[in-house]
Nanobody
Framework: VQLQASGGGLVQAGGSLRLSCTGS????????IGWFRQAPGKEREGISC???????YYRGSVKGRFTVSRDNTRNTVYLQMNDLNPEDTANYYC?????????WGQGTLVTVSS
């Protein structure tokens, strides 16, 4: 099982980024994919996930600004992030739970300047 996150970068406050998470080595369409982030000096926190049937969940602080979606034909989940602010600065990770084990992508860094 492998997950590859990409799309991070430097953006000004109020800007947007779209993260991608591409999976391989498992039946991607049959698994929930989640997004977590970890800011410097803080614990990793869950921010969003998308279920097999496309149901989405969001942490309160990102609800209304972030949108998660999936394209199973590309084995990819997207996280569209709008109206970014400096508090969104973090390493962003995608994850899935497969046969009792949690797997993480390598993380992609998002930096929001004020």
């Amino acid at each position: 099982v492998q997950l590859q996150a990409s799309g991070g970068g430097l953006v000004q406050a109020g800007g947007s980024l779209r993260l991608s998470c591409t999976g391989s080595g498992f039946d991607f369409e049959d698994y929930v994919i989640g997004w977590f982030r970890q800011a410097p000096g803080k614990e990793r926190e869950g921010i969003s996930c998308i279920t097999v049937d496309g149901t989405t969940y969001y942490r309160g602080s990102v609800k209304g600004r972030f949108t998660v979606s999936r394209d199973n034909t590309r084995n990819t989940v997207y996280l569209q992030m709008n109206d970014l602010n400096p508090e969104d600065t973090a390493n962003y990770y995608c994850t899935t739970l497969w046969k009792g084990g949690r797997y993480w992508g390598q993380g992609t860094l998002v930096t929001v300047s004020s």
